[in-house]
């Protein structure tokens, strides 16, 4: 139980930090469409903001995977559990516990794969912006792999919630 509580509190924190950093890069993301449309508007287009923008998205993706996970905004089962046996809807919580697992993990492996070949050959980016692909592509092995910690801790709420319950 104590282990549980640790790693409950760790990815929760990391999840808070990842919601900020995520917060912050939406509101850049905000301040840099205004400040091109009105570059725009007054004749000096400024080319660099798409590229700045379309980066700050990407990272804004990848950090919300996980907390997103944690408040129960990717997946429901609310939607199938009329359609399950009675008594195997105690398990629907660990089914897509397991499915975000699953995916979480072959999702991280292709990221992986895409990432190292960047950090290996260090190409740029097709962009305005002079930037190495790996800095922008390094965030999607850790956000998935949050997400999967994020996945891992709601199996063991999942299994804690069915121990918890009396025998049906």
């Known amino acids: 139980m104590a282990a549980i509580s640790l790693f409950r509190r760790v990815v929760e924190g990391v999840n808070a930090l990842f919601t900020a950093i995520a ?13 091109a449309t009105l570059a725009r508007s007054f004749g000096t287009p400024v080319i660099w903001a798409h590229d700045y923008a379309q980066i700050a998205f990407v990272y804004v993706v990848f950090l919300s995977l996980a907390p997103a996970l944690q408040a129960g905004q990717h997946v429901t089962v609310e939607l199938f559990e009329g359609l399950v046996p009675r008594v195997f809807r105690k398990y629907l919580d660990h089914v897509a516990a397991i499915a975000c697992i699953v995916f979480g993990a072959v999702f991280f492996w292709y990221l992986w794969q895409l990432t190292a070949r960047s950090f290996g050959d260090n190409r740029l980016a097709n962009a305005v912006v002079v930037v190495q692909l790996k800095w922008i592509q390094v965030i999607g092995p850790v956000g998935v792999l949050q997400f999967v910690l994020t996945a891992l801790l709601r199996l063991a709420e999942a299994q804690q919630r069915l121990r918890a319950r009396p025998t049906e």
């Open 23 to 35: 917060c912050v890069l939406v509101a850049a993301i905000g301040i840099i469409v205004v400040w």
